[in-house]
């Protein structure tokens, strides 16, 4: 299913400070890079910067110059109009999946923000991804890109494999994570992944297709910091016993 995201960067004044060698602001720069290598160009994805909530950028995922010409502001922004454009934004563009995700160093004063977040973006079906750029080095994003199956035929009783392929979007940094496989809510396999910074693998999944019909599988990868794209799902249809006539 399509996506409407919606990415906030802060660009107030505290993210001006500095968090080792760099300040906050150039990690969220590189935050906002990594969060944009979960969409598809499929996906509706929106950037608003915190002190021009007015200015909702629909952004075109093959080009990411514009990250680097971003600036911190010396602004302390009124954070309402910006959550409240946000939410406009998911009526425009009703997609079933919904995402909101917040880059801030969250030194936010209560009196830039009447109301919570929860009650500004009402939609419960909104899922909220609230992101520090001081943990930007640590940022872990394992992805499942496709699955396909490696099996000519899925028969009732019998073996088929599926190759899943995971890619880490992290290039720095090793991950270590899981691939689960499931029928509706049975696990049927499990294999644990360790990919390189950058690196992509092909994990193969086998079991048995214990019915005919409709197998509704899933597979998820364990939790990371971007969790839209560590799920895949798969609909086989196995078949009953074949006979051979004689």
Not at 33 to 54: A, C, K, M, Q
Not at 168 to 188: S, V, Y
Request: hydrophobic share 35%; aromatic share 10%.
């Amino acid at each position: 299913a399509n996506t409407t995201a919606v990415i906030v960067l802060d660009d107030s004044y505290s993210m001006q400070s500095y968090s080792g060698a760099l300040t906050y602001f150039a990690k969220a720069r590189e935050t906002l890079r990594t969060v944009l290598t979960g969409f598809t160009e499929n996906d509706n994805v929106y950037f608003i910067l915190s002190s021009n909530p007015e200015n909702q950028q629909k952004l075109d995922l093959k080009s990411t110059d514009f990250i680097d010409k971003l600036q911190a502001s010396a602004l302390s922004p009124d954070f309402n109009p910006v959550f409240e454009s946000a939410e406009k934004l998911y009526s425009e563009y009703p997609n079933f999946n919904k995402e909101f995700y917040f880059i801030s160093d969250l030194k936010i004063h209560t009196s830039t923000t009447k109301d919570s977040l929860a009650k500004i973006l009402t939609d419960k079906k909104i899922h909220k991804f609230f992101l520090h750029p001081a943990k930007s080095s640590e940022f872990q994003n394992a992805a499942i890109d496709t699955v396909l199956l490696k099996t000519q035929l899925v028969e009732q009783g019998k073996p088929y494999t599926l190759a899943a392929q995971i890619t880490n979007h992290n290039p720095d940094d090793a991950i270590d994570t899981r691939i689960h496989l499931f029928n509706e809510q049975k696990r049927l396999a499990m294999q644990s992944v360790h990919l390189e910074g950058g690196e992509t693998k092909q994990i193969k999944l086998s079991s048995v297709a214990a019915s005919e019909g409709v197998l509704k599988l899933r597979l998820e990868l364990d939790g990371d910091d971007l969790m839209n794209d560590n799920f895949y799902y798969l609909y086989l249809n196995s078949l009953g016993h074949l006979k051979i006539l004689t």
